[in-house]
């Protein structure tokens, strides 16, 4: 009986375990559904570019298994010996050796700890890298229909649910069935008819508890489904949040947040039930198990058919199995959750851009031109099919020569941009550039012989210098100095207080629209392409500062093709050539006094545009 009451307690700690292994967290918020762990294969390449680490994870975390496995026997053995003086010596060898046991499981442990974390933050560093590499080269049509917020979240949140699965949660799961199939074994051959209680009961505690699991995921994906909802409005309000304070809007803003945590709260308070109930059923039904299992060998004890040591033993074994069954109930789903977060990335992965390389693209003539040629173009965007962007446009842009782009909104100027950017393949039609179709080479071909200064100018989190020098690797700062001064920058920066190396914060925050624009037009200036695309390059600058821009601008227009969308009348006027686009063709053509003589759609525009001083406009010749 004394073994008995030894092996109770040990059942008792291991029922702690068992509660700790069914009851988790709420799974990490970006955790999906998956009914496989079929996407996790996906991990095996990653995986197999480490073969000695990964040996030596399994080796240590065979090793810490084998250990724990050990221990019963040496338990057995004393229990069966008896405690008496006359066999200290025995006893004192048989603690030493648990002692030595001990370390051993230890130092098993430790080393697996470090072989598999490592390997679980190595993966997940490449699987980001190769992710982060994809979604930057795919189309913008893919950007259209899928949020930013989103995509982002593959690369944090999802990334590190893998990472925990390759590690931790593998490792956990390799050792848990090793654990369960060697107590089995181990069971079967200290007593079998205990054992075919056990496998008897098996049945009874497995069925409910992968019912009751199916429940408790599906509630868990509900509440991470509303938990992410909540994230990703409170990421695009925080990201715009001088609109949200000039319009009032903070507690109509915190008032949707609420509402949408609310909702989250609702569905994981849903799932928290759920999982209470399968924690009652699972330590009930093993615990059930347990105690029938040790009063049925109480009575062999009893009978004398049965030794202390070995029913003490048995039990050992099947605490060990039991708590690694609950383990691995939890540890199947944690990997579930990474199997949905792969299966997230995988899609991200095999996303193919719409815009690819041709399999052997045609190189552009050198040195370059810059004659770029429109010809019958019919695009509708991706999102919006039904809306035609263009409609037929035909032009042409000789080498040098600078086209001014003027309609009303809608009309179709920045689409020709984006296709001349080759964002988006045209329905039909060909643009040229230097007589090749740009369909024909490489696209990162195309835009080295472009450079844009968008409307809306995008400004990295980072220094001044890697903001001018994006997109001319290798800039020094006597070029990046010389493009600033040519954009009237260099005076601005050199009044900050680290100068070139100032941070200007996320999305250029720390500047003046001005300012941003300037550094855009230096961003232009460096790259020192044959043909410049302007639009609207001058929009947010005071009178003061467009003068000096416009003087910079007017030499960096020397020699290049130049393509400018413009209302402001200075870009205008020095076009050699002005199209008026509307419903995305070309309604009027002509320099600026010949079409306001033709007092069409052009004069129509520029009245509205310049009312107060329409006279002195309608006089510049």
Not at 260 to 278: I, K, M, P, S
Request: hydrophobic share 45%; net charge neutral.
């Amino acid at each position: 009986m004394k073994g008995a009451k030894i092996t109770s307690a040990l059942a008792g700690t291991a029922g702690a375990a068992v509660e700790n292994a069914i009851v988790t967290e709420i799974p990490d918020q970006q955790a999906r559904k998956t009914r496989s762990l079929r996407p996790l294969s996906g991990l095996l390449p990653y995986l197999a570019r480490y073969k000695g680490m990964a040996a030596a994870a399994l080796f240590f975390l065979s090793l810490a298994a084998a250990t724990t496995l050990a221990l019963p026997l040496a338990v057995r053995r004393m229990l069966d010996h008896g405690f008496n003086a006359a066999d200290s010596g025995f006893i004192n060898n048989y603690f030493a050796m648990m002692i030595i046991m001990a370390v051993v499981l230890a130092l098993a442990s430790a080393f697996r700890y470090y072989f598999v974390i490592t390997i679980g933050e190595r993966i997940v560093a490449d699987v980001r890298r190769d992710v982060f590499a994809h979604v930057t080269r795919l189309s913008p049509d893919f950007f259209d229909v899928n949020q930013s917020g989103e995509i982002v979240s593959r690369l944090t949140a999802d990334t590190t649910q893998i990472k925990s699965a390759v590690g931790a949660t593998a490792s956990l799961a390799l050792r848990n069935t090793i654990l369960c199939l060697g107590a089995m074994a181990m069971m079967i051959y200290t007593s079998p008819r205990l054992s075919v209680l056990v496998l008897a009961a098996i049945p009874v505690i497995v069925f409910p508890l992968v019912a009751f699991g199916r429940s408790v995921r599906k509630r868990s994906r509900e509440a991470q489904d509303k938990l992410a909802a909540a994230s990703a409005y409170a990421g695009e309000t925080i990201a715009a949040v001088r609109t949200v304070q000039a319009f009032n809007g903070e507690q109509a803003a915190t008032d949707r947040y609420a509402s949408a945590v609310e909702f989250a709260y609702d569905a994981a308070r849903a799932a928290v039930r759920t999982r209470a109930v399968l924690t009652g059923v699972a330590i009930t039904l093993i615990f059930g198990s347990i105690v029938a299992i040790l009063w049925y060998g109480a009575q062999g004890v009893l009978s004398g058919t049965l030794s202390a040591g070995t029913l003490g033993q048995f039990l050992i074994y099947s605490v060990i199995a039991a708590g690694s069954m609950g383990s691995l109930s939890e540890v199947w789903s944690e990997l579930s959750q990474a199997g949905g977060a792969a299966e997230r990335l995988t899609e991200l992965l095999q996303q193919d851009p719409t815009i690819k390389a041709p399999t052997s693209p045609q190189s552009l003539p050198k040195p370059a031109r810059g004659r770029v040629e429109f010809n019958d173009l019919r695009f509708a965007y991706p999102s919006h099919i039904s809306r035609v962007a263009l409609n037929g446009l035909t032009f042409t842009v000789e080498p040098g020569e600078t086209v001014a782009i003027v309609g009303p909104s809608g009309a179709g100027k920045s689409t020709v941009f984006a296709l001349l950017l080759r964002y988006y393949d045209p329905t039909s039609g060909s643009i040229n550039l230097d007589g090749l179709d740009i369909r024909t080479v490489s696209p990162h071909d195309l835009r080295s012989r472009l450079a844009i200064v968008p409307q809306d100018v995008t400004i990295f989190a980072a220094s001044i210098h890697d903001n001018i020098a994006f997109g001319t690797p290798g800039a020094t700062r006597e070029q990046v100095r010389a493009a600033a001064q040519a954009a009237q920058a260099d005076e601005f920066i050199a009044r900050l207080e680290h100068g070139y190396d100032t941070d200007v914060g996320e999305r250029g925050v720390t500047l003046s629209g001005g300012q941003r624009q300037r550094i855009a037009i230096a961003r232009a200036i460096l790259r020192d392409a044959p043909v410049l695309l302007l639009d609207e390059a001058t929009s947010a600058l005071d009178a003061e500062s467009e003068t000096l821009v416009q003087k910079a601008l007017d030499g960096l227009m020397q020699n290049r093709t130049t393509i400018v969308i413009a209302h402001r009348l200075a870009t205008v006027l020095k076009a050699d050539r002005i199209l008026v686009m509307d419903e995305g063709r070309i309604a009027e053509m002509g320099t600026h006094q010949s079409l306001i003589q033709q007092d069409g759609l052009y004069a129509k525009l520029a009245r509205l545009q310049f009312e107060s001083g329409a006279r002195d406009f309608l006089a510049v010749k």
